[in-house]
C-alpha cells in the first residue's frame, strides 16, 4: 500500500486542514494517509482533533484509508513522551520523535552547550532511545537520528548494529523519512538487511510539502524495504488494549 503516514495540519504547526491534506494524498495516489498531528500533554483539543478524523474516516472512505496519529516528542532519560496517556485510546498511531536531546535535568543545548563532550551527549541520547524502546505508548519511531546531526555527531559515533537489534526486539517501527537529511542512512541501511519493518513518511506540514515531498516517498516505497502490514498493526493493537 503507498501510503504517508507523517504528516501535520493546522491542529498543530501545519498550514492546512487535515482534509485538505487528504484530498492531497488522494490525488497524489496514494491509498493511505495519516494526520499526526504534534502534541503536548497539555494539548486540550485532542479530543476534538480525533473525533474528526474518526469522521473524515467516513467521510473518505472508499478513496482512501485515513489514520489518525500524534507525534510527542521525548522528554526525559526515561523515555517519557509529552502526551497525556488519556490520548493513546483515542489514535491510531503514536510517533516518538526527538526534538530535543533530554539531559539529566532538561535538554541539552546547541548554543549553550558547545563545551560539552559529544561522548557524554550520545550517552545521554542513547539512554532515552533504549527507554523510548521499552515505551509501550510509541509505535513508530519518527527521524530517529536527526537531532544529533545538530550537535555535530556522525554516524561513526554511534553503535547503529546495537540499534538496530534493539528496535528489532522491541517491535517498533522504523520511519524512513525523507523531510530530514539526517544521520538515518545507516541505521535504514543495516535495517533492511535485518527486515525491520519500516514505513516511508513526508513529514509534510502543508500540501504543498506534501506534493514535493511525494517524489521521495514513491521513490523510497519501491525500494524494496520490509515494510509493515499497517492495518494488521493497528487491528493487533486495538485488540491488545482491550
Known amino acids: 500500500m503507498l501510503m504517508d503516514l507523517h504528516t501535520h495540519s ?16 488522494i490525488e497524489l495516489g496514494y491509498e493511505g494517509v495519516a494526520v499526526t498531528d504534534h502534541v503536548w500533554r497539555t494539548s486540550a ?14 467521510n473518505f472512505r472508499g478513496l482512501i484509508r485515513v489514520y489518525s496519529g500524534i507525534e510527542a516528542k521525548v522528554l526525559t532519560l526515561d523515555g517519557d513522551i ?8 483515542l489514535v491510531d498511531l503514536v510517533l516518538g520523535s526527538f526534538h530535543r536531546i533530554p539531559r539529566p535535568q532538561g535538554f541539552y543545548s546547541k548554543t549553550n552547550d558547545a563545551h560539552i563532550s559529544r561522548n557524554v551527549i550520545v550517552e545521554h541520547w542513547f539512554e532515552s532511545f533504549c527507554r523510548m524502546l521499552d515505551n509501550p505508548q510509541v509505535d ?32 517498533k517501527i522504523l520511519e524512513i523519512n525523507v523531510r530530514y537529511n539526517s544521520l538515518d542512512e545507516p541505521i535504514i541501511r543495516v535495517a533492511a538487511e535485518q527486515g525491520i519493518p519500516t514505513l516511508v513518511s513526508s513529514d509534510s506540514h502543508s500540501v504543498a510539502d506534501m506534493v514535493k515531498n511525494s517524489v521521495f516517498v514513491k521513490e523510497l516505497s519501491n525500494r524494496g524495504f520490509q515494510t509493515i502490514d499497517i492495518e494488521r498493526y493497528i487491528r493487533n493493537k486495538k485488540a491488545s488494549q482491550k
Open 10 to 25: 493546522s491542529y498543530s504547526d501545519g498550514k492546512n486542514t487535515p482534509e485538505e491534506m487528504i484530498q492531497t494524498a
Open 45 to 58: 483539543w485532542v479530543p476534538d482533533y480525533a473525533e474528526h478524523l474518526e469522521q473524515l474516516k467516513t
Open 82 to 89: 509529552d502526551a497525556n496517556v488519556s490520548f493513546l485510546p
Open 140 to 171: 513508530i519511531i519518527a527521524h530517529p537520528l536527526s537531532e544529533l546531526k545538530e550537535f555535530g555527531i556522525e554516524s561513526r559515533q554511534l553503535p547503529i548494529k546495537e540499534l538496530v537489534d534493539l528496535i528489532g526486539v522491541s517491535g
